[in-house]
């Protein structure tokens, strides 16, 4: 029901949907997200009035024509469903609208995926790192960041 | 200024016997300064607990002020954000000092050997005993406490 | 005479609330900004303990994930390992046992209460009852011991397997737990009655910290500090996993979202969770013994030689002897624990000492290399955790390592909202508000 609804009001920037196991998903384009999350909570037969999860996959290993996804999780308290809604982002420009004016958890979460993807959200208000320090030189959970690269601020680097 | 060197070294004897009485003092009243970041914290709870009561040793009373302690017991792992916090607390304590690193996260890194984590804490700071385990049980606790009484009791001033 | 007094300048004071703070139970920095002892602003900086649990996931198997995931949240650690497995199963699509889920359950919910009971008595710790404490980890060390027996390890136990669990209950856990429950239950009536009516505790606890319903929606709350505003969800109700729907409990939600709903909730809470685990125990199904040997048992080291030198007749038809931590690798227990998937389930020692295939199985499933390798795709899978909904979102490309671990951390969205909850108190009641958020570092920054 919600994939029907969803594809019937945005229908040329839903790429592909599926349900494995159980679990609604749609990909989206990166334009229309924040229309997309708009509807999503004030729409009121899907009323997703939760943010549960915002966070992101670097899929340099997997042969796909992006790189990254932002995958955001959306609960719904009344209804008691949930979906899943992922946006495709290309190496070249890495970057999506943010979502924090319609909750405000998306600002951590968004800090947490710049520290550790180095993906951009336009219209953050604070946008640095949260798990890091800021001497750190890269995103260490993109795929190409080896696990033991350490930057020491004191002490032996090995 | 000569004479009077040489009247100490016949009290030889007195000096060790002095010493003895200062490091029996001292290792029975053990000001601790716990540092707890992590898991072992837990079992850092249940050796001060009433159960393995670590105050039947004499070091039940953390003192939660470095210029006022003398043993600093470094609990759960040592992030980079954190090393250099440790090191100025390290620096903050008067002589004499002691650290004991609980847990293997500090004694080694434990299994987290990425970019994050501080393999060890002897890089950092000198330690004076080791407790491994993860979590080490509160008998392993006990059993490097009384270690480092051992240590106390022989501690010179120089 | 009179006095003149002049104009002084007005500036706000920066009081950094460090990382190693004696009242904060983590690290954690706050920044205030303050204006004599009201607090104008706060800036909550977090990170201190991040150890890269989800780059660390992508290295070994899926098998290799459990020890890290019970380092999450520290102090209920089964709740974690179970969530992650559960997820695990569902990307495989497999079925577990009735007997594994009431095991499950079981093991949860004592979980549970260890983390209300730390939480509560750390948080009266610092507000100066001290004998709270002390009695409150009294009451936890009887839990550690059921489920060191049970287990083998008191804190990080990993005792989650893919389809089931590592081992099954020891004959007599029922007896023992029982006995432990009546202790438990005697130190939160004593508890009760020392602080639940008590004017200090009362007068700092009640009116601060308070967040409205429509805040905590917004920033995604779950768990107590959302029950406490008034909104009933609760994982275990709402979308039931394992065997809770046939479990009568109640949820404790409060009303006014203050430090001293939260406190009353969680008092409730461990009374309802020892109410299911009274339930499950009576509910258990006993589980089949598959019992067609001809009663002859023979001890594994034995059985191993015997099947180096080949004298392999015989050898299925006895039953090995393994340490009782390992029932559930006997033929005898197999089916209680294990689901019948051979993909992802170790096979029975029996098997595995006894001939080639069971070797095999072993094999596959646990050196480098090879390992389970479940079908490619992502899945969410959300349990109830002490702190909230505990999600993990396990992304798999069809090898035998995860692609991606995801953990959605349940303080990470209540530290979001800490420095829209302290401000405008007073500097002293950060120390109750941050006791009553329950923030465990290892689950914050993973």
Same mark, same amino acid.
């Given at each position: 029901?919600?994939?029907?609804?969803?594809?019937?009001?945005?229908?040329?920037?839903?790429?592909?949907?599926?349900?494995?196991?159980?679990?609604?998903?749609?990909?989206?384009?990166?334009? =229309?997200?924040?229309?997309?999350a708009?509807?999503?909570?004030?729409?009121?037969?899907?009323?997703?009035?939760?943010?549960?999860?915002?966070?992101?996959?670097?899929?340099?290993?997997?042969?796909?024509?992006?790189?990254?996804?932002?995958?955001?999780?959306?609960?719904?308290?009344?209804?008691?469903?949930?979906?899943?809604? =992922?946006?495709?982002?290309?190496?070249?420009?890495?970057?999506?609208?943010?979502?924090?004016?319609?909750?405000?958890?998306?600002?951590w979460?968004?800090?947490? #995926?710049?520290?550790?993807?180095?993906?951009?959200?336009?219209?953050?208000?604070?946008?640095?790192?949260?798990?890091?320090?800021?001497?750190?030189?890269?995103?260490?959970?993109?795929?190409?960041?080896? #696990?033991?690269?350490?930057?020491?601020?004191?002490?032996?680097?090995? | 200024?000569?004479?009077?060197?040489?009247?100490?070294?016949?009290?030889?004897?007195?000096?060790?016997?002095?010493?003895?009485?200062?490091?029996?003092?001292?290792?029975?009243?053990?000001?601790?300064?716990?540092?707890?970041?992590?898991?072992?914290?837990?079992?850092?709870?249940?050796?001060?607990?009433?159960?393995?009561?670590?105050?039947?040793?004499?070091?039940?009373?953390?003192?939660?002020?470095?210029?006022?302690?003398?043993?600093?017991?470094?609990?759960?792992?040592?992030?980079?954000?954190?090393?250099?916090?440790?090191?100025r607390?390290?620096?903050?304590?008067?002589?004499?000092?002691?650290?004991?690193?609980?847990?293997v996260?500090?004694?080694?890194?434990g299994?987290y050997?990425?970019?994050?984590?501080?393999?060890?804490?002897?890089?950092?700071?000198?330690?004076?005993?080791?407790?491994?385990?993860?979590?080490?049980?509160?008998?392993?606790?006990?059993?490097?406490?009384?270690?480092?009484?051992?240590?106390?009791?022989?501690?010179?001033?120089? | 005479?009179? @006095?003149?007094?002049?104009?002084?300048?007005?500036?706000?004071?920066?009081?950094?609330m460090?990382?190693?703070?004696?009242?904060?139970?983590?690290?954690?920095?706050?920044? @205030?900004?303050?204006?004599?002892?009201?607090?104008?602003?706060?800036?909550?900086?977090?990170?201190?303990?991040?150890?890269?649990?989800?780059?660390?996931?992508?290295e070994?198997?899926?098998?290799?994930?459990?020890?890290?995931?019970?380092?999450?949240?520290?102090?209920?650690?089964?709740?974690?390992?179970?969530?992650?497995?559960?997820?695990?199963?569902? @990307?495989?699509?497999?079925?577990?046992?009735?007997?594994?889920?009431?095991?499950?359950?079981?093991?949860?919910?004592?979980?549970?209460?260890?983390?209300?009971?730390?939480?509560?008595?750390?948080?009266?710790?610092?507000?100066?009852?001290?004998?709270?404490?002390?009695?409150?980890?009294?009451?936890?060390?009887?839990?550690?011991?059921?489920?060191?027996?049970?287990?083998?390890?008191?804190?990080?136990?990993?005792?989650?397997?893919?389809?089931?669990?590592?081992a099954?209950?020891?004959?007599?856990?029922?007896?023992?737990?029982?006995?432990?429950?009546?202790?438990?239950?005697k130190?939160?009536?004593?508890?009760?009655?020392?602080?639940?009516?008590?004017?200090?505790?009362?007068?700092?606890?009640?009116?601060?910290?308070?967040?409205?319903?429509?805040?905590?929606?917004?920033?995604?709350?779950?768990?107590?500090?959302?029950?406490?505003?008034?909104?009933?969800?609760?994982?275990?109700?709402?979308?039931?996993?394992?065997?809770?729907d046939?479990?009568?409990?109640?949820?404790p939600?409060?009303?006014?979202?203050?430090?001293?709903?939260?406190?009353?909730?969680?008092?409730?809470?461990?009374?309802?969770?020892?109410?299911?685990?009274?339930?499950?125990?009576?509910?258990?199904?006993?589980?089949?013994?598959?019992?067609?040997?001809?009663?002859?048992?023979?001890?594994?080291?034995?059985?191993?030689?015997?099947?180096?030198?080949?004298?392999?007749?015989?050898?299925?038809?006895?039953?090995?002897?393994?340490?009782?931590?390992?029932?559930?690798?006997?033929?005898?227990?197999?089916?209680?624990?294990?689901?019948?998937?051979?993909?992802?389930?170790?096979?029975?020692?029996?098997?595995?000492?006894?001939?080639?295939?069971? @070797?095999?199985?072993?094999?596959?499933?646990?050196?480098?290399?090879?390992?389970?390798?479940?079908?490619?795709?992502?899945?969410?899978?959300?349990?109830?955790?002490?702190?909230?909904?505990?999600?993990?979102?396990?992304?798999?490309?069809g090898?035998?390592?995860?692609?991606?671990?995801?953990?959605?951390?349940?303080?990470?969205?209540?530290?979001a909202?800490?420095?829209?909850?302290?401000?405008?108190?007073?500097?002293?009641?950060?120390?109750?508000?941050?006791?009553?958020?329950?923030m465990?570092?290892?689950?914050?920054?993973?």
């Amino acid at each position: 029901m919600i994939l029907e609804k969803i594809k019937a009001n945005f229908g040329q920037a839903v790429l592909e949907t599926h349900s494995f196991r159980g679990d609604d998903t749609a990909l989206v384009s990166r334009e =229309k997200i924040f229309e997309l999350a708009k509807f999503l909570k004030e729409d009121p037969e899907l009323d997703f009035n939760i943010l549960m999860d915002l966070t992101a996959v670097d899929y340099l290993k997997m042969e796909k024509p992006y790189r990254y996804e932002v995958v955001y999780h959306f609960f719904s308290l009344a209804k008691k469903h949930r979906v899943r809604i =992922k946006v495709p982002l290309t190496e070249e420009n890495p970057s999506v609208a943010t979502l924090t004016s319609l909750w405000p958890i998306a600002n951590w979460f968004e800090r947490e #995926v710049w520290d550790m993807f180095g993906i951009r959200f336009e219209g953050h208000p604070n946008l640095k790192r949260i798990m890091m320090y800021e001497e750190f030189v890269g995103h260490p959970l993109r795929k190409d960041y080896p #696990v033991r690269k350490r930057q020491p601020l004191i002490g032996p680097k090995n | 200024m000569i004479e009077k060197e040489a009247d100490l070294s016949s009290m030889g004897f007195f000096t060790t016997k002095v010493n003895d009485m200062v490091g029996w003092a001292r290792k029975y009243s053990i000001f601790q300064y716990p540092f707890v970041t992590a898991c072992c914290g837990m079992e850092y709870m249940a050796t001060a607990c009433s159960h393995y009561d670590v105050d039947r040793f004499g070091a039940g009373f953390p003192r939660f002020s470095p210029r006022q302690s003398d043993v600093l017991f470094v609990v759960g792992t040592i992030s980079h954000k954190l090393a250099p916090v440790l090191k100025r607390i390290y620096d903050q304590m008067t002589e004499p000092k002691w650290v004991v690193a609980f847990g293997v996260c500090t004694c080694t890194g434990g299994f987290y050997d990425n970019y994050a984590t501080v393999m060890g804490i002897d890089t950092l700071i000198p330690v004076d005993v080791y407790i491994p385990g993860c979590p080490p049980r509160p008998e392993n606790v006990l059993d490097g406490l009384m270690k480092l009484q051992e240590k106390i009791q022989s501690h010179h001033d120089s | 005479m009179t @006095l003149e007094l002049k104009q002084t300048r007005k500036e706000s004071m920066f009081l950094n609330m460090g990382p190693s703070h004696p009242a904060m139970h983590g690290i954690i920095r706050i920044l @205030l900004e303050l204006d004599g002892e009201t607090v104008v602003n706060s800036d909550v900086e977090i990170g201190y303990l991040h150890r890269a649990f989800e780059k660390m996931s992508e290295e070994g198997g899926y098998l290799q994930v459990i020890p890290y995931t019970d380092r999450l949240n520290y102090v209920s650690p089964l709740i974690n390992n179970f969530g992650y497995v559960s997820a695990v199963e569902k @990307l495989f699509g497999i079925d577990i046992t009735e007997r594994t889920k009431y095991i499950r359950v079981i093991m949860s919910e004592i979980s549970r209460v260890t983390d209300h009971l730390t939480c509560v008595g750390a948080s009266a710790m610092e507000l100066g009852a001290f004998t709270v404490f002390l009695y409150m980890i009294k009451a936890r060390e009887f839990l550690y011991e059921l489920i060191e027996d049970v287990t083998g390890a008191r804190l990080t136990v990993s005792y989650a397997r893919v389809g089931g669990v590592k081992a099954d209950l020891t004959p007599d856990f029922k007896e023992k737990t029982l006995k432990a429950l009546t202790e438990t239950r005697k130190v939160l009536k004593e508890v009760n009655q020392l602080i639940t009516r008590n004017r200090i505790f009362v007068d700092r606890m009640k009116g601060v910290g308070v967040i409205s319903k429509e805040d905590a929606l917004a920033y995604g709350i779950t768990g107590p500090f959302l029950r406490s505003t008034g909104v009933d969800y609760d994982v275990r109700k709402d979308q039931p996993y394992y065997v809770y729907d046939r479990f009568d409990f109640d949820i404790p939600v409060g009303e006014k979202g203050d430090n001293y709903d939260r406190y009353l909730i969680r008092m409730e809470e461990m009374e309802q969770s020892l109410r299911i685990v009274e339930q499950g125990l009576e509910q258990i199904p006993q589980g089949d013994l598959n019992v067609d040997t001809e009663g002859r048992v023979i001890p594994a080291a034995q059985m191993v030689d015997e099947a180096k030198m080949g004298h392999t007749s015989g050898l299925i038809q006895l039953e090995v002897m393994t340490d009782p931590t390992l029932e559930g690798s006997t033929e005898r227990f197999y089916k209680n624990v294990n689901a019948c998937n051979k993909k992802t389930a170790m096979p029975p020692k029996e098997e595995t000492y006894g001939n080639i295939e069971g @070797l095999m199985n072993h094999f596959k499933i646990v050196m480098g290399g090879h390992g389970i390798r479940p079908p490619q795709g992502e899945v969410y899978f959300a349990v109830e955790g002490a702190n909230g909904e505990l999600g993990f979102y396990v992304v798999s490309d069809g090898t035998d390592r995860p692609y991606r671990v995801r953990v959605r951390p349940p303080c990470f969205t209540i530290m979001a909202a800490l420095s829209k909850l302290i401000q405008g108190g007073s500097v002293a009641d950060i120390v109750p508000t941050f006791g009553s958020v329950n923030m465990i570092g290892g689950e914050l920054d993973r």
